[in-house]
């Protein structure tokens, strides 16, 4: 099975805090996701990734940044966290093969920016 | 904690009834669609797929019919079990990106 581990489940950090959410698929997957999930209006995807050291914006990328070093890990940066940065926020993964576009998701990570 | 269902469409359905829930999707050049579940406290986790050269799929318990001409998709859950109580979002995407476009997701309620 496909696991995707975001590295914690809950956070609280302080406005003006640099955040760091991270996110690790055993599955040698060639893209990787970062979305956020508020309250009507589903999943809005941040940033994702292709291939090691390659990423793209996604809708929503300001205020935001990621870091892809290795393949099987994808992280979130908030450079300086603001309260309406308070979200779920979910990793993802797939294989990259257009025929088959599965994401798989990691548990999330309830951010909460005080 | 807040749940990310607070604003969604709710379907409530009784315990062994079937379920219908629908989607709408927006872009006519998409031809692979996906239907997730999420349980309160969890990711999404994959149920189903079709792609846009069939009208029908089944698995175990769930069926997914998509019809082209407009543009809709529905899960069927047969014999609804409090399990199934999560929100589920459809899912498309086209054959020339690796990106999904979700719904807004409907929460399935399900009660004795």
């Known amino acids: 099975d496909v696991k995707v581990t975001q590295s914690s489940r809950y956070l609280v950090k302080r406005t003006g805090e640099k955040v760091f959410l991270e996110c690790v698929q055993d599955?040698?997957?060639?893209?990787m996701f970062w979305y956020r999930q508020d309250p009507g209006l589903g999943l809005r995807l941040i940033y994702f990734?292709?291939?090691?050291?390659?990423?793209e914006k996604g809708d929503i990328p300001e205020g935001y940044s990621v870091s892809r070093e290795k393949k099987e890990r994808f992280s979130l940066i908030l450079e300086s966290a603001s309260t309406n940065q308070t979200s779920m926020y979910l990793c993802?993964?797939?294989?990259?093969?257009?025929?088959?576009?599965?994401?798989?998701f990691g548990a999330g990570t309830r951010l909460s920016v005080l | 904690g807040e749940s990310v269902g607070l604003h969604l469409p709710t379907l409530s359905v009784q315990e062994g009834d079937n379920s219908i829930i629908n989607c709408a999707y927006s872009?006519?050049?998409?031809?692979?669609f996906i239907w997730y579940k999420q349980e309160s406290g969890k990711g999404p986790q994959f149920i189903i797929d079709?792609?846009?050269?069939?009208d029908k799929r089944q698995g175990q318990r769930v069926t997914v019919l998509l019809n082209k001409t407009v543009k809709h998709l529905s899960l069927q859950i047969a014999a609804t079990q409090p399990g199934d109580s999560a929100v589920y979002f459809c899912?498309?995407?086209?054959?020339?990106?690796?990106?999904?476009?979700f719904g807004t997701g409907t929460r399935l309620q399900v009660f004795p």
């Open positions: 993802a993964s797939s294989t990259g093969m257009a025929a088959k576009n599965i994401q798989y």
């Open positions: 599955m040698d997957h060639e893209n």
């Open positions: 990734s292709y291939d090691v050291k390659m990423k």
């Open positions: 872009n006519s050049a998409s031809d692979y």
């Open positions: 079709i792609r846009s050269n069939m």
């Open positions: 899912a498309e995407n086209s054959h020339n990106t690796d990106k999904l476009i």
